[in-house]
């Protein structure tokens, strides 16, 4: 049983942030980098008007988790979402599969890309980490 929190939206009629609390790790890299947007000593905590539309989404565009996201209100053109270069599928009750050409940087900077098919260990078990190791099996793992 998980406790979800509501998703939060906060618009200027340009953008619209989403907040999902759930899904947010804390890092802190919205406040750090957008104090006078994301604060969170107050209430609410996403000030829209604190910055400009391009600020907020540079600023949300690094959110590790994904926790915070925006839409665009008054999109001048429709345009077609470009296709993926990346695909990530959540293995159940198992890892990440990723497909693609990706830069990955582990928690020491070190930097390899990765090509076609690999996959990202969820559970924690893994010996190879960040690579699963297939101990999610003996871990129990479970989503």
């Not at 618009?11 to 947010?24: A, L």
């Not at 590790?64 to 839409?71: E, F, H, K, N, V």
Request: hydrophobic letters at 30%; aromatic letters at 6%; one cysteine or more.
């Amino acid at each position: 049983m998980t406790d979800q929190q509501p998703t939060r939206e906060y618009t200027n009629g340009e953008i619209t942030v989403v907040w999902k609390q759930h899904q947010c790790i804390h890092s802190a890299v919205c406040f750090r980098s957008l104090p006078l947007v994301f604060n969170p000593t107050q209430r609410p905590w996403v000030s829209i008007h604190g910055a400009s539309t391009e600020a907020i989404c540079s600023t949300i565009d690094r959110c590790p988790s994904g926790a915070l996201s925006y839409r665009m209100e008054k999109e001048e053109e429709a345009t077609e979402m470009p296709a993926p270069s990346v695909k990530i599928q959540v293995v159940p009750d198992g890892p990440l599969m990723v497909t693609g050409s990706v830069l990955l940087t582990d928690h020491h900077g070190r930097q390899e890309i990765k090509t076609n098919l690999f996959t990202l260990c969820r559970c924690g078990a893994s010996l190879k980490r960040p690579y699963c190791d297939g101990s999610h099996h003996t871990a129990g793992f479970k989503d």
